[in-house]
C-alpha cells in the first residue's frame, strides 16, 4: 500500500536553533500532505496543508514564518521549525493522500512521526 | 464547520470480548466519509475502518465493524474478539468528499486490552 516515509523519528535540538522534519510519499505522487501536532494523549493538530509547487494553507493561529513547509516536489514535502523553543516541544505527524488524484475519500496515509524536544 | 466528539477518554476490556467505541458528529453535509483510526503506542496512525455516508449498509473489516446511524450521526466502532494489540488510541474522524479534503479528528479514546 501507499506509503509516507517521515524523517527523522526523534530529533533534540537546542534553543534557537532550526529543525527540518522530511516527508517522502514512496510509490506514489502526493500532491498534498497535511502538517499535525500532536501532544500526549491528545488529538491530532492540523497546522498546515502543504501543496506542490505553491504555497502551504496554515490554520488560524500557527505561525507561519515559525514552521515553513516546502512542496518542492511531487514526493516530498518538507516542515523546518525556525528558533525552536521548548515550547515547541511535541510530536508531528504528516499526512498525504493516496495519489496524485487526490483520492482522498479512500483516507489518508500518515508518516511514522518526529518525536522533537528542544532543550 | 463540522465537530465531531469522543465523549468517552478512556475505556478497558478483558481479552477476547467485545467493545464498542461511541462517536458522534455534525454536519450540515449529506454526504461525505468517516473513519476510525487506531494510533497504538508506537504512535503510527492506522486505518481501522471507513465508511460512506450514502452506503446504508455498515462497514465491516474482519473483527471491526461500525455501526452507522445517519439521522442519529453516530459512528460507533465494535471491536469483536478483542487481542493485546489492539491497545491503542482510537480516533474517530469526518471528511467531507472532494480532492485532499481535511480530516476532522475526534479527541481520541484509549483502549486498554487486558490479559
Known amino acids: 500500500g501507499a506509503v509516507v516515509s517521515q524523517h527523522p523519528s526523534r530529533v533534540i535540538c537546542k534553543s534557537g536553533t532550526s529543525v527540518k522534519i522530511e516527508c517522502r510519499s514512496l510509490?506514489?505522487?502526493?500532491?498534498?500532505m497535511f502538517w499535525y501536532r500532536q501532544f500526549p494523549k491528545q488529538s491530532l493538530m492540523l497546522m498546515a496543508t502543504?501543496?506542490?509547487?505553491?504555497?502551504?494553507?496554515?490554520e488560524q493561529g500557527v505561525e507561519k514564518d515559525k514552521f515553513l513547509i516546502n512542496h518542492a516536489s511531487l514526493t516530498l514535502s518538507t516542515l523546518t521549525v525556525t528558533s525552536a523553543h521548548p515550547e515547541d516541544s511535541s510530536f508531528y505527524i504528516c499526512?498525504?493522500?493516496?495519489?496524485?488524484?487526490?483520492?482522498?475519500?479512500?483516507?489518508?496515509?500518515f508518516g511514522s512521526g518526529t518525536r522533537l524536544t528542544v532543550v | 464547520a463540522q465537530t465531531v466528539t469522543q465523549s468517552q477518554p478512556e475505556m478497558s476490556v478483558q481479552e477476547a470480548e467485545t467493545v464498542t467505541l461511541s462517536c458522534t458528529y455534525d454536519?450540515?453535509?449529506?454526504?461525505?466519509?468517516l473513519f476510525w483510526y487506531k494510533q497504538p503506542p508506537s504512535r503510527q496512525m492506522i486505518l481501522v475502518i471507513r465508511?460512506?455516508?450514502?452506503?446504508?449498509q455498515n462497514a465491516t473489516e474482519n473483527r471491526f465493524s461500525v455501526n452507522f446511524q445517519k439521522a442519529a450521526k453516530s459512528f460507533s466502532l465494535k471491536i469483536s474478539d478483542s487481542q493485546l494489540g489492539d491497545t491503542a488510541m482510537y480516533f474517530c474522524?469526518?471528511?467531507?468528499?472532494?480532492?485532499?479534503?481535511?480530516?476532522?479528528f475526534g479527541k481520541g479514546i484509549t483502549l486498554s486490552v487486558r490479559p
Open positions: 499526512s498525504a493522500s493516496i495519489d496524485s488524484r487526490g483520492r482522498s475519500n479512500y483516507g489518508y496515509t
Open positions: 510509490d506514489f505522487q502526493a500532491t498534498t
Open positions: 502543504s501543496n506542490e509547487g505553491s504555497k502551504a494553507t496554515y
Open positions: 454536519t450540515s453535509e449529506s454526504n461525505y466519509y
Open positions: 465508511q460512506e455516508a450514502y452506503k446504508q
Open positions: 474522524a469526518f471528511m467531507r468528499p472532494g480532492a485532499n479534503s481535511k480530516l476532522t
